[in-house]
């Protein structure tokens, strides 16, 4: 996801209801979270069934990466969104 598209993501979510920056980085988190669990719970379910290495699919490590992107971004922000930091 380029920075644009994030800025647009942020911007749309902000039109439909959530008010500031605390919810957003509350939503962005929670976001991430429920991302990641469902990463690896397929991965895990994937290679039970399959016998197969499920962390090297392109739609996995494409997950792995929009996380870390994510987190990276929020890092600097407190743990609650309550101010942002410059």
Same mark, same amino acid.
């Given at each position: ?42 991965? *895990? @379910? %994937?290679?039970? +069934?399959? !016998?197969?290495? $499920?962390?090297?699919?392109?739609? #996995? ?7 870390? *992107? @994510? %987190?990276?971004? +929020?890092? !600097?922000?407190? $743990?609650?969104?309550?101010?942002? #930091?410059?």
């Amino acid at each position: 996801m380029t920075k644009d598209e994030k800025l647009k993501f942020i911007e749309e979510a902000l039109e439909k209801g959530l008010k500031g920056m605390a919810e957003m980085v509350i939503v962005m988190r929670d976001l991430t979270d429920c991302l990641e669990d469902m990463t690896d719970h397929y991965v *895990e @379910v %994937r290679n039970d +069934l399959f !016998g197969m290495e $499920a962390a090297e699919e392109m739609e #996995v490590i494409a997950a792995r990466k929009m996380i870390c *992107e @994510v %987190r990276e971004g +929020l890092n !600097g922000l407190p $743990a609650d969104g309550s101010k942002a #930091v410059e």
